[in-house]
């Protein structure tokens, strides 16, 4: 357990061996953060996932005995932080739980908590611990509607919920312990996979907290930034603001290997055009959806291909236009291609589908039979000419 400030404890779970979170490849396992603040009054903020309730009552009781803590705060009811309330509000005699009229609806739909003391509060009240506050922001859909942050004015510190947060197993548990540019990879992909959508909700979000002096952002997975707030403010500011770098994303499947020529084509044009363009090609069934995602966020332009199977588009190449559909990754500039043997139907449905994400097409599709020949390779090279001198030019989403 490591103390954020005195008397203010993280008492979470370690999850080392976790490698699929509803899909997400967290191949550096994950965090589930609670704290537990004591004064007077003793809160607990957040709880754990189900599994792992005994930790966090034993990570609890190490502090406190558990019928002294007063209040247990849900930010969120999301399973991966709700999951274990019922134990831990049987283990905790007398807590009454903190959370949004929301909240309720949503934790009363999961669990009986008819037997529980539940305290519904707002934005415009606080609860005093003693020498310290809890107060309430509701921060709808970021990442649930009934999602909401609880700060410390006394102590600058804010409970974030998932905003900020990583899913990294970790030994230590501040941002000054862990490289940077790792940590701030991990939030990247995190913010890509889990809170792209809400991007508007994320701008509210920053507003409201560009108010409060914030010393400490506490989030519910993760490293908790004591020290690179500026760097992480600005990441989530560029984030849900649809800034793009100066990057082209190459997204293919391939049969027999003639997709994966025009692949290979496009991506020898882009990088001769030695613009200063990050092109990355990734085959997506040698990746994940959550690389994909995380490539895609800050990409200005796209080539997405696929051959024809069974009349349709490759699978994988489906499942990764599916998932970036639900990310709403908006204001790309894209191109089509790919092989067939007698009906392009694969390349035609992905030129809908760019047309569907309503991107900009910024070339005619790229169609071959069976293998391409010089001339369609010398127009995908062209193409990926096209691709990093789009990607080159400074965009907003
Ligand atoms: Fe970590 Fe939205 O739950």
Same mark, same amino acid.
């Given at each position: 357990?490591?103390?954020?400030?005195?008397?203010?404890?993280?008492?979470?779970?370690?999850?080392?061996?976790?490698?699929?979170?509803?899909?997400?490849?967290?191949?550096?396992?994950?965090?589930?953060?609670?704290?537990?603040?004591?004064?007077?009054?003793?809160?607990?903020?957040?709880?754990?996932?189900?599994?792992?309730?005994?930790?966090?009552?034993?990570?609890?009781?190490?502090?406190?005995?558990?019928?002294?803590?007063?209040?247990?705060?849900?930010?969120?009811?999301?399973?991966?932080?709700?999951?274990?309330?019922?134990?831990?509000?049987?283990?905790?005699?007398?807590?009454?739980?903190?959370?949004?009229?929301?909240?309720?609806?949503?934790?009363?739909?999961?669990?009986?908590?008819?037997?529980?003391?539940?305290?519904?509060?707002?934005?415009?009240?606080?609860?005093?611990?003693?020498?310290?506050?809890?107060?309430?922001?509701?921060?709808?859909?970021?990442?649930?509607?009934?999602?909401?942050?609880?700060?410390?004015?006394?102590?600058?510190?804010?409970?974030?919920?998932?905003?900020?947060?990583?899913?990294?197993?970790?030994?230590?548990?501040?941002?000054?312990?862990?490289?940077?540019?790792?940590?701030?990879?991990?939030?990247?992909?995190?913010?890509?996979?889990?809170?792209?959508?809400?991007?508007?909700?994320?701008?509210?979000?920053?507003?409201?907290?560009?108010?409060?002096?914030?010393?400490?952002?506490?989030?519910? !997975?993760?490293? &908790?930034?004591? *020290?690179?707030? /500026?760097?992480?403010?600005?990441?989530?500011?560029?984030? =849900?603001? +649809?800034?793009?770098?100066?990057?082209?994303?190459?997204?293919?499947?391939?049969?027999?290997?003639?997709?994966?020529?025009?692949?290979?084509?496009?991506?020898?044009?882009?990088?001769?055009?030695?613009?200063?363009?990050?092109?990355?090609?990734?085959?997506?069934?040698?990746?994940?959806?959550?690389?994909?995602?995380?490539?895609?966020?800050?990409?200005?332009?796209?080539?997405?291909?696929?051959?024809?199977?069974?009349?349709?588009?490759?699978?994988?190449?489906?499942?990764?236009?599916?998932?970036?559909?639900?990310?709403?990754?908006?204001?790309?500039?894209?191109?089509?291609?790919?092989?067939?043997?007698?009906?392009?139907?694969?390349?035609?449905?992905?030129?809908?589908?760019?047309?569907?994400?309503?991107?900009?097409?910024? !070339?005619?599709? &790229?169609?071959? *039979?069976?293998? /391409?020949?010089?001339?369609?390779?010398?127009?995908?090279? =062209?193409? +990926?000419?096209?691709?990093?001198?789009?990607?080159?030019?400074?965009?907003?989403?």
């Amino acid at each position: 357990m490591q103390e954020l400030v005195r008397h203010v404890d993280w008492v979470g779970h370690v999850d080392w061996n976790i490698r699929d979170f509803h899909s997400y490849d967290t191949h550096r396992g994950a965090t589930y953060n609670a704290y537990l603040v004591r004064d007077t009054e003793t809160a607990l903020v957040d709880t754990v996932k189900a599994p792992f309730a005994d930790t966090l009552l034993r990570n609890v009781a190490e502090k406190i005995e558990l019928s002294k803590v007063d209040y247990v705060v849900c930010n969120h009811a999301e399973l991966d932080h709700a999951g274990s309330l019922p134990a831990v509000m049987q283990a905790l005699p007398n807590a009454t739980l903190l959370c949004n009229a929301k909240c309720r609806e949503t934790l009363s739909a999961y669990f009986d908590i008819s037997g529980w003391s539940v305290k519904v509060v707002s934005p415009d009240e606080s609860i005093s611990l003693g020498n310290r506050t809890l107060s309430f922001l509701n921060t709808p859909m970021v990442h649930w509607p009934e999602s909401m942050f609880t700060y410390i004015p006394e102590e600058k510190l804010l409970f974030s919920m998932d905003a900020f947060g990583q899913h990294l197993a970790t030994s230590v548990r501040f941002d000054d312990q862990w490289a940077l540019p790792h940590l701030l990879q991990e939030a990247k992909t995190y913010y890509a996979n889990i809170v792209t959508p809400y991007g508007k909700q994320v701008q509210k979000t920053l507003e409201a907290a560009a108010g409060l002096p914030i010393s400490i952002i506490a989030p519910s !997975h993760g490293l &908790i930034w004591r *020290k690179h707030l /500026p760097e992480i403010l600005a990441a989530y500011q560029a984030w =849900s603001s +649809g800034k793009y770098a100066r990057k082209a994303l190459i997204l293919y499947d391939t049969m027999w290997e003639s997709t994966g020529q025009m692949a290979e084509a496009i991506l020898r044009g882009a990088v001769e055009e030695n613009n200063g363009v990050d092109v990355q090609l990734l085959h997506v069934r040698k990746t994940t959806l959550t690389r994909v995602a995380t490539e895609m966020l800050d990409a200005a332009a796209v080539a997405l291909g696929s051959p024809t199977l069974n009349m349709m588009m490759m699978p994988q190449m489906a499942a990764v236009l599916n998932y970036i559909r639900g990310l709403k990754f908006s204001s790309k500039s894209a191109f089509a291609f790919g092989s067939c043997g007698w009906a392009h139907a694969g390349v035609e449905h992905l030129a809908h589908s760019i047309e569907e994400l309503q991107w900009t097409r910024i !070339h005619e599709p &790229i169609k071959v *039979k069976y293998r /391409p020949s010089e001339a369609v390779r010398e127009t995908c090279h =062209s193409a +990926g000419r096209l691709l990093a001198q789009t990607a080159a030019k400074p965009v907003a989403g």
